[in-house]
């Protein structure tokens, strides 16, 4: 019979993989508490929080967070612009988690070895801006099969993570 694991006896292996993630103006508690859950999970590298008025720490998001805003670096910017053009000088391949006339799937990225990388994601109702989707290398969507055309944008971008790091790992092999 299976026994259920808990993250004190779990078999997973560590791993930390070159990703950012650059939120953009998503401003919900739970949504960021879920984020950094997710970006716990995936061994992302560190999240920034970009826009005006973000409030990252507060109960809500704690309670949705579960502790690993303790454990993974994040940085509030006001200016989204500033930190994607600092992310493309250091090297980076900026990548935007939205649907636009020319994204691919995110199942169908394939990072090159060693690559780096911005996940850039935006808030529920208005998506990534215009301005950073004209800076970005590629823009990336989930193929998704009932009416909707959106969903959550912490689901997203679990689902995002998961395919780019499955490729990392692929890639490694």
Do not use: W
Request: hydrophobic share 35%; charged share 15%; glycine share 6%.
């Amino acid at each position: 019979m299976s026994e259920q694991l808990h993250h004190h006896n779990n078999q997973f292996i560590k791993n930390q993989f070159p990703i950012t993630l650059v939120c953009d103006r998503v401003n919900s508690p739970a949504n960021i508490g879920s984020i950094f859950r997710i970006a716990d999970s995936f061994g992302i590298e560190q999240i920034y929080f970009c826009g005006e008025g973000i409030t990252v720490v507060s109960k809500r998001m704690q309670r949705t967070a579960r502790a690993t805003h303790e454990s993974i670096p994040h940085h509030q910017a006001e200016d989204i612009i500033h930190t994607i053009q600092q992310f493309k000088s250091d090297g980076y391949t900026i990548l935007a988690l939205e649907i636009t006339d020319t994204s691919i799937p995110v199942s169908d990225y394939i990072p090159s070895p060693q690559e780096k990388i911005v996940l850039v994601i935006g808030e529920e109702n208005f998506g990534v801006s215009n301005e950073v989707l004209a800076l970005v290398k590629h823009s990336v969507h989930i193929n998704m099969y009932g009416n909707n055309s959106s969903m959550n944008v912490a689901t997203a971008t679990g689902i995002a993570l998961y395919e780019i790091t499955k490729q990392v790992m692929n890639s490694e092999k």
